[in-house]
């Protein structure tokens, strides 16, 4: 209630706390989409190890979760693909009817691991989209000029001080090529390097993104989402930027946790006969939160905020 900001927090937040399944350090960074009567998610689960991992979840209503407490295991039907040795910050697409899966995978450094399922049951792997180093692959929800669109951020193998957003492309999903750059952080709270978030939703205008931006401060980085236009059929064009953020880490659970200062967009969820979009975003590498926006508002503040 009051918010004035463009991205008002669910009063319900913390949504998933970080012991959500009984060996569970933190749940965070996750992706959610509608499925079924409800809805479906796929979950970064920090272990009591500390090893990354990515399992299911289910919701009636979106707000409240129940998140398996056994890993996802991907079916591998090529011997020549390698395992993936973790999981972490995915995001789900529903491409060609079916449900896509992206996360930072481990293969031989960071990369972007790529699976496919239509039940959230079974999960079947596909080869790697792109080299290590990356992270932040995104998909787009349908087709541009016939291809597969995805965003990434190419990075190295530690916590990368630089990164920009670049995209590729592919007819099969499997072969990607192509590649545009997309844009660079410009503001000090995305001076450090940006990244896509949730899957772009599409509007008569062009492709509104969400993305983290990061500041480097005295006390280390500090995470902020920004907004984005991109052209519609060609998405590696920005049409309209936002100059200032839309969310920072301003409450107690996005300033304290394993990684202070995080806020980190995963999913937006957009009803289009509203313009009501949910974002769920993961805060101090904790906890899973959920906040909400309209397409009008988004708009509103790239026109009151120009890039």
């Known amino acids: 209630m009051g918010s004035h900001d463009p991205i008002w927090r669910s009063s319900r937040n913390p949504i998933i706390p970080r012991d959500a399944t009984p060996t569970s350090n933190g749940v965070f960074n996750s992706a959610a989409v509608p499925f079924g009567t409800g809805f479906a998610g796929v ?3 920090d272990d009591r190890h500390r090893r990354m991992r990515l399992h299911t979840g289910f919701s009636g209503d979106g707000v409240s ?5 056994e890993p996802i295991f991907f079916e591998i039907p090529d011997p020549q693909i390698e395992k993936p040795e973790y999981g972490y910050d995915p995001r789900v697409c529903r491409l060609d009817g079916r449900y896509y899966v992206t996360w930072c995978t481990g293969f031989h450094g960071p990369a972007i691991g790529l699976a496919v399922t239509d039940d959230f049951a079974r999960f079947e792997m596909i080869e790697n989209a792109l080299l290590p180093y990356n992270r932040n692959g995104v998909l787009f929800p ?3 000029g016939g291809k597969a669109m995805m965003l990434s951020r190419p990075s190295d193998n530690g916590h990368t001080p630089f ?3 670049f995209l590729s492309q592919s007819d099969d999903l499997v072969h990607w090529g192509k590649h545009r750059h997309v844009m660079a952080g410009i503001q000090p709270w995305e001076s450090t390097k ?3 978030g949730p899957v772009p939703i599409e509007t008569t205008e062009g492709w509104l993104l969400l993305y983290h931006g990061v500041l480097t ?6 995470y902020h989402a920004g907004v984005a236009l991109l052209d519609l059929e060609q998405p590696w064009k920005v049409r309209r930027r936002a100059a200032a953020y839309i969310l920072s880490p301003h ?3 996005e300033r304290m946790g394993d990684v202070p200062n995080v806020v980190f967009p995963c999913a937006a969820i957009a009803d289009p ?4 979009i949910a974002v769920y975003y993961g805060a101090a590498d904790t906890v899973t939160c959920l906040g909400f926006t309209t397409v009008e508002a988004l708009f509103g503040h790239m026109e009151a905020f120009p890039s």
């Not at 979760?65 to 407490?69: A, C, D, H, I, R």
């Not at 006969?273 to 009501?276: E, P």
């Open 217 to 222: 401060s005295c006390s280390g980085y500090v």
């Open 251 to 253: 409450e107690t659970y």
């Open 142 to 144: 349908r087709r541009i």
């Open 65 to 69: 979760w129940q998140v398996k407490p």
């Open 43 to 45: 979950f970064r689960c």
């Open 194 to 196: 940006i990244g896509a």
């Open 273 to 276: 006969a509203t313009g009501r």
């Open 163 to 165: 990164g920009d957003i």
